[in-house]
């Protein structure tokens, strides 16, 4: 019966969906908070998968809603000491937690400064006189219980809960300087006052400096959140109505005025305008929109009127995607942070029996109590993890920050660890290393053949297809005066060969070589050596044929988009193997390879093949970054080990790229992988400093060479150290246009080393 009911509660777990809420927590001040919540709510049954981040204090929560209810996550929360409250969907914060943290912070800082410098001044120059002692306890009760409340109020929730954190250290600290410094009072002996004071005036200071750089660090996405429209000129019955954009829905017509904002995404249905697409893209130079064009919400329309048919609204448009991409990806941890969570979770029980074991050697080694005292107040000020559970976090959030606001949107921590690992970055030719502009550059004609009508033949059976050379070829034809086109019957397309037609009742056949011998149309040596020629200088063959014989060939090419060498001479400089991937034939394929100096080509590649082709260059033991538009090619960049996807307008491919460049410029791989390894060298440096700090602190501390003061403004100065370090990122690509990228693709069987 028992295993009848476990297959049950299988079957309803392989069918339950899971569901993801993100979710705003209280009460967290550092790592072993974030340690503690995350364990808590990652062992509650239901829940697939839990993330606490320190630096945004929210957690994201992946769990089975049948096995499970936010009221249970939030209640086994707050038995130790948290609370947890849901965020509205469409918005990611809704109050600004971060200022509202500053102003309590500097009320305090304003108390506790001036009154522990005045303790400072009395236990200096006041100490043998009665009025001195008892002023400095009248001066330090302000400080202790007002300046110092939050430490005290958490450490004793925590206390009530059996739990500890580093507030608790903080009030063990200051408590023990106090009511030691007290009992001193009525007992004539020496007083430490100025001890609890000093050290809650320097960490009530850390605190608002912290809370200040965090709301910096959080800027980016208060930015992206104030670019949306808050009112659309509704168009009801041909009368136009200013309401809230929230009550825009899909389908509605919303009049554009020049200037305006594009309040929701849509099409465009009457009207021609340029569009201001820098939001979305980092690019100034406005889009020309005409009927049938998509727009964005939240871009700009420049100059002419424009009518749009709203197609997503609300969390649906493209603006609200980026919003939700960047807040998970700050909401992330690198894999690196795992030995810092590690290290947290016991870090608080095992300062405080350092604390205690500084204290007792002190008195058993010679009985100096007062030493031991002020030794084992510096282990537990000195000893806080702030700095720890800082150290990634906000380096995660102010890195995709930037790039967020340059037009790159990084999928988290992992990404950004990832990144420095890549070793080949695979490129599609089309589109992404060219313009993927083609058009028809020659038309050769076999013995005895008229070129104009190869061309019209071959441009009429090609006007039934919608691929890039079939427009350049029926472009081309159109170009030639008095060639008319025919109408074309039975249309047939070969996937990645090429198409066929009746024309005038004739089956004419346009496509690759290998089309044209399955069709069994002969190809003499001179038009295999003009093809070849054609191929040597970078065009693509097309042959033409009917009636069992090919009867001409049609160069088309694509232009190099002008950045293309630089960004793979760069990315050779910074020691990355470079792949293109294409469809096109082993000849036209290496020579626009060595045109751009890429190191291999993997050409003749079918679309359904590029997954396998990934998968070839990995099982080579090669570490593979893939680049392509993130809608075709999702597949292969799910599979590639970081794949970056070109994203246009609302065309934002979030859900199968690591990373997505929202513009047109190549450089932006560059931009993307540049701030990637730049993000991840901070959090090094980051973790670095914090776990030396601690490593060193601690043993100064309890031999009696760190006073509890200095240890107070140390412990401040490595947390606020660490968020400003992790600011330097707001910095990056600012002496120089980094722009982003646009790559689309195919791929090869054949390896052809250039």
């Known amino acids: 019966m028992d295993s009848k009911r476990e297959a049950v509660d299988v079957a309803r777990h392989d069918v339950e969906a899971t569901e993801q809420i993100e979710l705003a927590v209280e009460g967290m001040t550092c790592s072993s908070c974030a340690v503690r919540v995350q364990k808590v709510l990652g062992r509650q049954p239901g829940v697939e998968q839990a993330y606490v981040n320190l630096g945004t204090n929210r957690a994201t929560v992946s769990y089975r809603p ?20 849901p965020l509205d969907e469409d918005q990611i914060e809704s109050k600004d937690t971060h200022e509202l943290d500053r102003r309590l912070w500097l009320r305090r800082v ?3 400064w001036p ?11 006041e100490m043998h006189s009665p009025w001195g002692r008892w002023g400095a306890l009248v001066l330090t009760v302000p400080v202790q219980f007002y300046a110092g409340w939050p430490f005290l109020k958490t450490a004793w929730e925590r206390t009530l809960k059996f739990t500890a954190n580093m507030d608790s250290l903080i009030a063990l600290g200051t408590l023990a300087a106090f009511s ?6 009525f007992a004539g002996g020496d007083l430490y006052f100025d001890t609890a004071a000093l050290i809650i005036a320097f960490l009530v200071l850390g605190r608002y400096f912290e809370a200040k750089a965090k709301g910096r660090a959080s800027n980016a996405l208060k930015k992206l959140l104030e670019l949306g429209a808050k009112q659309a000129r509704l168009v009801q019955d041909g009368v136009e109505l200013m309401v809230p954009v929230e009550e825009v829905k899909v389908a509605d017509l919303v009049r554009v005025r020049p200037g305006e904002k594009i309040p929701v995404d849509g099409e465009v249905v009457d009207g021609h305008s340029a569009v201001d697409e820098s939001m979305l893209t980092g690019e100034s130079v406005p889009v020309e929109k005409s009927a049938g064009d998509k727009v964005a919400g939240a871009t700009i329309n420049t100059n002419g009127a424009l009518t749009i048919r709203a197609t997503a609204v609300g969390s649906q448009t493209a603006l609200a995607q980026i919003v939700r991409l960047v807040a998970e990806a700050q909401g992330s941890k690198a894999p690196v942070q795992r030995l810092a969570d590690r290290i947290s979770a016991v870090f608080v029980p095992v300062v405080i029996v350092v604390a205690a ?15 031991g005292l002020i030794s084992a107040v510096a282990v537990l000020i000195i000893a806080c993890p702030c700095a720890l559970g800082l150290a990634t976090p906000t380096a995660i959030m102010v890195g995709t920050g930037r790039g967020a606001e340059m037009g790159v949107l990084i999928k988290g921590g992992e990404v950004l660890e990832g990144s420095k690992k890549v070793q080949t970055i695979v490129f599609d030719k089309t589109g992404t290393l060219t313009q993927g502009r083609m058009s028809l550059t020659d038309v050769l004609a076999a013995d005895g053949e008229d070129p104009e009508e190869i061309l019209g033949q071959a441009a009429s059976v090609e006007a039934s297809s919608e691929h890039p050379v079939a427009a350049a070829i029926v472009a081309g034809a159109k170009k030639q005066e008095g060639l008319a086109l025919a109408e074309a019957e039975r249309f047939t397309s070969f996937a990645g060969h090429g198409v066929s037609a009746l024309v005038f009742g004739r089956e004419v056949v346009v496509g690759r ?8 149309l002969v190809l003499d040596e001179d038009l295999e050596r003009a093809a070849v020629d054609l191929e040597s200088r970078g065009r693509t063959a097309v042959f033409v044929g009917w009636q069992a014989k090919v009867r001409g060939v049609l160069g088309v090419a694509d ?6 060498k630089e960004v793979i001479s760069a990315l050779k400089q910074m020691g990355l193997q470079t792949v293109m991937i294409t469809g096109d034939n082993q000849r036209t394929a290496r020579a626009i390879a060595k045109e751009v100096g890429i190191d291999r080509v993997l050409a003749e590649v079918l679309p359904e093949d590029k997954v396998s082709e990934v998968s070839r ?9 893939m680049v392509g538009d993130g809608i075709n090619d999702a597949p292969a960049l799910v599979r590639a080990d970081l794949g970056i996807a070109i994203g246009t307008g609302t065309d934002v491919a979030i859900e199968s790229s690591d990373i997505t460049l929202m513009s047109g410029d190549l450089r932006g791989v560059l931009t993307a992988l540049r701030l990637s390894r730049q993000t991840f060298r901070v959090i090094l440096q980051n973790l670095g400093w914090a776990f030396g700090y601690n490593t060193a602190a601690i043993p100064l501390a309890s031999l009696g060479l760190l006073n509890p003061v200095i240890a107070g403004a140390a412990m401040a100065f490595s947390s606020v150290s660490v968020v400003t370090n992790s600011l330097r990122l707001k910095r990056f690509g600012r002496s120089r246009r980094t722009r982003a990228a646009t790559p689309k693709l195919e791929r090869s069987r054949e390896e052809v080393h250039v």
């Open 513 to 520: 070589r290998k089309l044209m011998r399955d069709r069994a």
């Open 617 to 625: 260059l990995q099982e080579a033991g090669e570490v593979v970054a």
């Open 66 to 85: 049948m096995s499970m209810s936010l009221e249970e996550l939030q209640s086994a929360v707050s038995k130790i000491g948290y609370q947890l409250r």
């Open 357 to 371: 074991l500084t204290y007792s050697s002190w008195w058993l080694a010679g009985g100096d109590l007062r030493q």
């Open 180 to 185: 030691y410094s007290t009992y001193e009072l």
């Open 115 to 125: 009154l522990g410098l005045g303790v400072l001044y009395l236990g200096l120059f």
């Open 110 to 112: 304003w108390i506790s």
């Open 559 to 564: 232009t190099l988009e002008p950045e293309s």
